[in-house]
């Protein structure tokens, strides 16, 4: 082997770059853009998550209370003002049925409600009278790390309030209990419940964008869509077929996945599956839309790949696939409604893990819509222009 060939091949590898600068900047631009994202995103904890705070504590005139000296004594505010807030996003509501809602609508992933009599029955039970008192947490199990987080950050305020007052052996004599309430969800739901309907989501989009690029740009390369569209058959009709396989394509993958994670991982399905599989199904049109537009921009499959990482990236980091979409920096938040994903997803886990229905999930299913008409449309304009 002699060094002097090997270096002409690599002058001639490094060199062909001087004629392809998309590639070059592509060489550039993806690692940068992997750092900026990854970066952002991942902080590793989970932050703000949105929970409603109920307190109908009145307090008391602790002196009546020979451990508690002080006046206008309550708890339940020094237990609020312990919560981390960079964990907890708290709202003060002081309609109980107005926050359960919030719950239930999932504008919040829990409700924290503290009763009346909460401050009295912890200075009773501090004095030796009672059992104590009990917060009551609403949750929206469907995600078991966020369930965490938020019993963790109560547990923890919970704790230090106590302490503040009479110093860490209060809490031996006079726990403070917590209550859960799961409206949707259960103790017994696991992570991959809440993580395979993103998964399966994920994999819809991811694999008939890349096909339909990769496919559209051979297809063009070879002269085969030009061919096709000098016969009488119209743009539409292209688009349209083409839609029509990939929306199959998308039902065959969601039903191996689906059936790989009920049988080998024993996720549970609460909602109509009939529906799941038709928001798979708009999903996959959508982005077999978007594949035909983003085809139109390459020349060659090399050219064709490079538009991978700009679709999954931001897909996987900005929808929500591993961490609710308030947990990422509110920067990058406003970009997320433009992230098709996120839609699928959320649709997807309200069916699949909340058991919610059709007019729980309109709104998704009415943003994928629109998504699927736009890209499909633009791809018969694209069409009729080019071919």
């Known amino acids: 082997m002699k ?7 690599t002058k001639r590898a490094l060199f062909q770059f001087r004629h392809d600068k998309r590639t070059f900047a592509f060489i550039l631009a993806v690692p940068l853009l992997m750092i900026l994202i990854f970066g952002y995103t991942f902080s590793g904890e989970v932050q703000n998550v949105s929970v409603v705070f109920v307190s109908e504590d009145t307090g008391v005139n602790s002196t009546q209370f020979p451990l508690f000296p002080h006046k206008d004594f309550n708890l339940s505010d020094k237990i609020f003002k312990n919560i981390d807030r960079e964990v907890l996003n708290l709202k003060v509501e002081q309609d109980f049925e107005n926050a359960r809602r919030q719950v239930e609508n999932r504008e919040a992933w829990a409700l924290i409600y503290i009763p009346g009599n909460f401050t009295n029955e912890f200075l009773s039970a501090a004095s030796g009278v009672g059992n104590g008192s009990k917060i009551t947490v609403y949750l929206d199990g469907s995600n078991p790390t966020i369930t965490g987080a938020v019993l963790s950050a109560l547990g923890e305020a919970v704790k230090k309030a106590v302490e503040e007052i009479s110093g860490p052996n209060l809490t031996q004599k006079s726990p403070v209990g917590l209550e859960r309430n799961y409206i949707y969800g259960s103790e017994d739901t696991k992570f991959i419940d809440y993580f395979a309907p993103g998964v399966m989501s994920f994999a819809v989009m991811m694999v008939t964008t890349i096909l339909t690029i990769i496919l559209f740009v051979n297809e063009r390369r070879n002269g085969t869509l030009q061919r096709i569209m000098a016969t009488p058959a119209k743009a539409e009709e292209v688009v349209l077929g083409y839609a029509l396989a990939f929306g199959i394509i998308c039902l065959l993958q969601s039903c191996v996945i689906m059936l790989t994670g009920i049988l080998l991982f024993g996720i549970t399905i609460k909602g109509n599956v009939l529906l799941a599989f038709a928001v798979f199904f708009i999903i996959g049109v959508g982005h077999q839309g978007m594949g035909i537009l983003l085809s139109s921009g390459a020349k060659n499959e090399l050219q064709a790949i490079q538009f991978i990482p700009f679709i999954i990236f931001p897909s996987v980091l900005l929808s929500g696939l591993f961490w609710p979409v308030e947990s990422i920096p509110e920067v990058l938040q406003p970009i997320s409604y433009f992230v098709p994903l996120r839609y699928g997803i959320d ?21 994928l819509l629109a998504f699927a008409a736009i890209t499909l449309a633009g791809s018969t304009m694209l069409l009729r222009r080019k071919e």
Do not use: N, P, T
């Open 347 to 367: 649709a997807e886990r309200s069916i699949m893990v909340r058991g919610l229905g059709i007019g729980d999930v309109w709104l998704e299913i009415c943003v």
């Open 3 to 9: 060094a002097k060939r090997v270096l002409v091949f």
